[in-house]
């Protein structure tokens, strides 16, 4: 059985950064296209990057957070990852990772709050 394991969420202040990394354990994750999502409160879970598998890795972006997030893989350690510059209030939210389209369970997330 997959599981999932986000970390890496904490306070900071607009304008700073933080890295985020979701491990994966279970599963044959290579072959997998992977992604994030985001849930502030009261709201709907979004999907905020993917990337999909294989040498050639591509990404896709929401638009609210193109040029400012990165996501990447490293299939070796089976985890990937969300870089997230420039952080904005609105980015506050629970990150999650997963796979695409079809989703594992979900885990945790991690706590993202953006706040002066």
């Known amino acids: 059985q997959v599981q999932l394991v986000e970390s890496g969420g904490g306070l900071v202040q607009p304008g700073e950064s933080l890295r985020l990394s979701c491990a994966v354990s279970g599963g044959i994750f290579s072959i997998y296209s992977m992604a994030w999502y985001r849930q502030a409160p009261g709201k709907q879970r979004e999907l905020v990057a993917q990337?999909?598998?294989?040498?050639?890795?591509?990404?896709t972006y929401a638009d609210s957070v193109k040029d400012r997030f990165t996501i990447s893989r490293d299939n070796a350690k089976r985890t990937v990852y969300l870089q997230m510059n420039n952080l904005k209030p609105e980015d506050t939210a629970v990150y999650y990772c997963?796979?695409?389209?079809?989703?594992?369970?979900w885990g945790r997330g991690t706590q993202v709050t953006v706040s002066s």
């Open positions: 997963n796979a695409r389209p079809i989703p594992w369970s």
């Open positions: 990337i999909t598998s294989g040498g050639g890795s591509m990404t």
